[in-house]
């Protein structure tokens, strides 16, 4: 038993100094990686936020923005770099892949990252900031715009250690940077050129980040496993409806909608789908640089769409609807950017199609009007029948028609079993004639063979 109780102590001890000679494992590290393609935008900021919040509270070694951008607007860029400023973990914005851009907002983001990466054969710059509204300012608002933009900017590469006077003619000046211009530069604009997300995580294993504040931190990215930040589908289905060829889709879409609910009324679907889609269009061009004069020429081409309807014009409303529908669609969106622009390839195609529709409607309405009315009074005159009774001139008797035996007069005279033709009805009073065409059966009449 003495025995047994020192092997058991020599074994402990043996573990005891084995144990702190072995090699210490590692820490797991989890590198987030999120993506944007699109323009700017609320539904950017809270995607953005949303990766930031899960990155912090699993304690990542880093978040990976991997970014595409035209640009967008300027209240959703600072929100989003507050929310890179603020963030627990360390932000890298990548653009990328090769032949990827960070324009004008997508900049800004970039330069606000705590370490900005590029792409080989990818390109930042152009943030000359341009009216929300897609028009022309005066030059007292445009160098007030400018100015405020501009020394943003430089405040954001200052404190990153970034080369402001390169940040400043992005803004001022609109120019643009290649990779290769914004590493070399000196102070550069970028920290890393890299081929991909991976290369990117090798080349930041063990780099040193200087934060906002102050603070220094030390990447271990190495062996870093990835977790993606996907997006949820209702940031999916609104990001989707900011798109300017949706949002002019859903535009043409619930015009047409309520045009056809008003020639049909009561139709139901067609109304409550076109109220629908005007909503979310509505939505969607609160974040698009919309042209007031373009909003004005829809409306207005949708005014004459419902005359109309109202108005017998044989079509005349109509085409100038559907003209007044093109040109402001056309002039709708206003940016310099073609990803913000409604291409003809849609617009034409769309305009065609109303305006195929509309012919189909009017030609419809028009041969409706043509068309004898078959019920109420209206149906009843031109009707024949067959008089029951003698009937004097200005004198009344009886006939039947339509089925029915009606009190009749006449300025002819009619005997009994002439055929009658219905020329006028006043109330339940039949003016009638002598049918002097071919005799054919009354509607209603009933005969039979034999």
Same mark, same amino acid.
Request: hydrophobic share 50%; with cysteine.
């Given at each position: 038993m003495r025995a047994l109780r020192s092997w058991i102590v020599l074994g402990s001890l043996g573990l005891a100094l084995v @144990?702190?000679? +072995?090699? %210490? #494992?590692e820490e797991a590290t989890t590198a987030y990686l999120a993506e944007w393609d699109g323009i700017i935008h609320p539904i950017t900021v809270k995607y953005v936020r949303g990766a930031i919040q899960r990155a912090d509270a699993a304690g990542a070694a880093v978040l990976v923005l991997t970014l595409r951008t035209p640009g967008g607007l300027v209240d959703s860029t600072r929100d989003i770099n507050t929310a890179i400023i603020e963030a627990k973990t360390p932000v890298v914005v990548f653009v990328g892949p090769s032949?990827?851009?960070?324009?004008?907002?997508?900049?800004?983001?970039?330069m606000a990252a705590d370490i900005a990466a590029m792409a080989p054969g990818t390109h930042i710059g152009a943030a000359h900031p341009v009216a929300g509204d897609g028009q022309k300012v005066d030059d007292t608002m445009e160098k007030k715009m400018v100015?405020?933009?501009?020394?943003? @900017?430089?405040? +954001?590469? %200052? #404190?990153?250690?970034?080369?402001?006077e390169l940040v400043e003619k992005a803004v001022t000046e609109s120019r643009s940077?290649?990779?290769?211009?914004?590493?070399?530069?000196?102070?550069?604009?970028?920290?890393?050129?890299?081929t991909d997300v991976l290369d990117l995580l090798r080349q930041l294993d063990g780099r040193q980040v200087t934060r906002f504040d102050g603070r220094t931190e030390t990447l271990m990215t190495a062996n870093a496993a990835t977790e993606r930040v996907e997006m949820t589908w209702s940031e999916r289905f609104l990001s989707a409806l900011a798109h300017p060829q949706i949002a002019y889709l859903l535009l043409t879409l619930g015009t047409l909608g309520l045009t056809i609910e008003?020639?049909?009324?009561?139709?139901?679907?067609?109304?409550?789908?076109?109220?629908?889609?005007?909503?979310?269009?509505?939505?969607?061009?609160?974040?698009?640089p919309v042209n007031s004069a373009g909003v004005a020429l829809i409306v207005l081409g949708i005014g004459l769409l419902i005359l109309e309807v109202k108005i017998t014009s044989f079509g005349l409303l109509g085409v100038g609807g559907v003209l007044s529908l093109f040109l402001g669609s056309v002039m709708l969106v206003d940016s310099p950017l073609p990803e913000l622009q409604v291409g003809l390839q849609l617009i034409i195609p769309v305009t065609l199609g109303m305006s195929a529709i509309l012919l189909f409607l009017v030609r419809l309405g028009v041969l409706a009007l043509r068309q004898k009315a078959v019920t109420g009074e209206e149906g009843m005159v031109g009707e024949v029948g067959t008089a029951l009774t003698a009937i004097e001139p200005g004198g009344v008797g009886r006939v039947r028609a339509h089925g029915e035996i009606w009190t009749a007069t006449a300025s002819e005279p009619i005997n009994a079993g002439d055929a009658i033709r219905i020329a006028a009805v006043q109330g339940l009073l039949l003016s009638v004639r002598p049918d002097?065409?071919?005799?054919?059966?009354?509607?209603g009449a009933q005969y039979h063979a034999g």
């Open positions: @144990a702190p000679v +072995l090699p %210490a #494992q032949g990827g851009r960070a324009a004008s907002a997508g900049f800004l983001i970039t100015s405020d933009v501009a020394s943003y @900017a430089r405040t +954001l590469a %200052a #404190q990153r250690k970034r080369n402001v940077f290649t990779e290769q211009e914004a590493l070399n530069a000196k102070p550069p604009l970028i920290d890393i050129v890299a008003l020639w049909n009324p009561g139709a139901i679907f067609p109304g409550v789908v076109g109220a629908i889609c005007l909503l979310l269009a509505f939505f969607a061009f609160q974040v698009l002097r065409m071919p005799h054919r059966p009354e509607a």
